[in-house]
């Protein structure tokens, strides 16, 4: 039975924790568990080098990883204190993303604390926002995060522009579930003219945006070598994101309407609205 299907009950949401600040956390002990690891000692390995990379990323340690004790009941009757972590979703991000890559729920924790940490740095107030500055937000994110995918697809070995366009589609493929640029744009109704991305909700959005981000992340740390191994790379990272979706009850991105307005039309209402006399 794969990780995955193992744990399909206690989802990372599920075992998610509220203080009294309304600031959600995560106990290492329960984490440890839903990752499938059996030893403590083994996964408190794994938690101190997401400790050394908060530190080298000029993050707070112990705001992130907050030292608590558990007092567990012995076959004695009596107590014994065992050590556990509260822990950011930043700490957990870290965690999984420092984790065994064989076990198939790594890859589904490494996408799901990816969307919720991306989601949280996208802008403070994120919550806070009308639904047209949230694809303002994204989209924005979304064209500098292109730029960055392209150079580590060249890296890779994706040259020429034939090659990209092959690149691309595949990590729509996975994300879409099997649904290309070309169907994508079928079902959206756009004109030839017009840009798939231009034309999503903020939610829709936010999946491509971590697709893009995660799939960037992966060819650089990999060091993936050629256009084949790039395309596969793309491809896997969409179908993860599509799986996160749906484990977490979303919808899925190609059912998800389309909207009215563009992110150019937004632009240019916004710029008109700044430039009208005072």
Partial sequence: MSDLKRYSDQTFEEIKHINENKEEFWFARELQTVLGYTEWRNFENVIEKAKAACANSKNVVANHFVDVNKMVPLGSGSDRGIGDYMLSRYACYLIVMNGDPRKEVIAVGQTYFA??????????????????????????????????LAEAAQAA???????????????????YGGLGAKEIHARKRLKKTQKIL??????ELAANLFRATQTDEKLRRD???GTAAANE??????RKVRQTIKELGGTMPEDLPTPKKSVKQIEREQEKGNNLPE
């Fill in 115 to 148: 969307v919720k940490t991306r989601q949280q740095e996208l802008i403070e107030s994120y919550d806070q926002l009308g639904e047209d500055q949230k694809r303002l937000a994204i989209r924005n994110e979304m064209a500098a995060h292109n730029k960055s």
């Fill in 157 to 175: 070995g994706v040259q020429t522009d034939q090659e990209y366009a092959i690149f691309q589609n595949k990590g729509y493929q996975g994300l």
């Fill in 198 to 203: 231009d034309h999503m909700g903020s939610t």
């Fill in 223 to 225: 060091k993936i070598k």
């Fill in 233 to 238: 790379v793309h491809y896997q990272v969409g």
